[in-house]
């Protein structure tokens, strides 16, 4: 079994930066396709971006790229998403995600997700 336990949220404002990590526990965790979504109040969740097992592939979902990065470090079992020039837009609930199975190039399916964070509350104000 794998747990996600995601840190990091809190208020900023418009403009400004934050730093998610999503700590790792568990078996075989290095071997997990891991990634972001994040939920709006109101909204369905939506993909934000991805990185494969080893850190050297990366997605993004076109609403943050340039402005989000994801990475990890497998040694220290954390992933992290530094998110610059934040919107009010941005402003959700971020989940971390892991996947045996999927690619980062599946990841954006959030269907069948192998195992979930229960997230932190990011709130850009305007």
């Known amino acids: 079994q794998v747990q996600l336990v995601e840190s990091g949220g809190g208020l900023v404002q418009a403009g400004g930066s934050l730093r998610l990590s999503c700590a790792v526990s568990?078996?075989?965790?290095?071997?997990?396709?891991m990634g972001w979504f994040r939920q709006a109040p109101g909204k369905e969740r939506e993909y934000v971006a991805a990185i494969s097992t080893s850190g050297g592939n990366t997605n993004y979902a076109d609403s943050v790229k340039g402005r989000f990065t994801i990475s990890r470090d497998n040694a220290k079992n954390t992933m992290s998403l530094q998110m610059d020039s934040l919107k009010p837009e941005d402003t959700a609930v971020y989940y971390c995600a892991a996947d045996y199975q999927k690619t980062i190039a599946t990841m954006n399916y959030p269907v069948g997700m192998d195992y979930w964070g229960k997230g932190t509350l990011v709130t850009v104000s305007s």
């Open positions: 568990g078996r075989t965790r290095s071997s997990l396709t």
